[in-house]
């Protein structure tokens, strides 16, 4: 049995009997947002391309995975605006037809970018905070600012922002991910970023001395 939202989105479905590992769907999902997100070249964001490039980290057979990889592209990504198409590659081989219309190739659009970053395995995430507020509305951009100095400061806590954000949406706590909206998240009284401004109140109310050993303690614990 496994702990599945009743979204399309699946990039934190879990196992229950697995002491929640992810799901295959998930992570292949989060590969697919992985592989979109970075600065690769089209061939490798075509749907084969796609997957040869899970295949080859995995040690498998493109094949294998190809339909799964057409899945999610098509019946997810494409129609739930996460991905869009890029552009078309030309192609030497095949029938005439297909070879006029070319290969498709594919990149995140802004929302796409706002869930690879509550991924924790990319890497990238400097780059895609800017690509996402390069864009955002008048709303939006009061976060900008903040949210930016956290990243270089203290990057795991606004990972944890962004991963708890998507993560209600993927449970259906969220009804759109877009605009880009925090008090959502107040909304649902998240336990652990509770925790955390709790933590930081406190701290800045101690002593430089109580400061001190306040962090060393931490270091001890963590």
Not at 5 to 33: C, H, P, V, Y
Not at 64 to 69: H, K, L
Not at 124 to 140: A, Q, V, W
Not at 201 to 220: G, P, V
Request: charged fraction near 30%; proline fraction near 4%; aromatic fraction near 8%.
């Amino acid at each position: 049995m496994k702990v599945k939202s009743n979204s399309k989105l699946a990039i934190f479905d879990t196992f229950k009997t697995k002491d929640g590992n992810l799901t295959g769907e998930a992570m292949r999902q989060r590969s697919i947002i992985r592989i979109l997100s970075s600065k690769t070249n089209p061939a490798e964001k075509t749907r084969t391309g796609i997957s040869k490039k899970i295949a080859k980290g995995q040690g498998n057979i493109w094949k294998n995975i190809y339909s799964g990889i057409f899945r999610d592209l098509d019946e997810i990504f494409l129609p739930m605006n996460i991905a869009e198409e890029e552009g078309r590659l030309p192609l030497k081989r095949g029938p005439k037809a297909l070879q006029e219309k070319g290969i498709p190739f594919y990149h995140l659009t802004r929302k796409g970018v706002l869930i690879a970053l509550s991924i924790k395995e990319i890497d990238n995430k400097k780059r895609l905070l800017e690509e996402f507020f390069s864009n955002s509305d008048p709303n939006e951009k009061k976060f900008e600012k903040i949210i930016t100095n956290l990243s270089n400061s203290s990057p795991n806590f606004i990972y944890l922002i962004f991963q708890n954000y998507v993560r209600a949406f993927c449970e259906d706590k969220i009804t759109e991910l877009l605009p880009f909206d925090l008090s959502k998240l107040k909304e649902l009284r998240d336990e652990t970023l509770s925790i955390q401004r709790e933590l930081l109140e406190a701290f800045l109310l101690l002593s430089k001395r109580d400061r001190e050993d306040t962090i060393t303690f931490l270091k001890e614990i963590t």
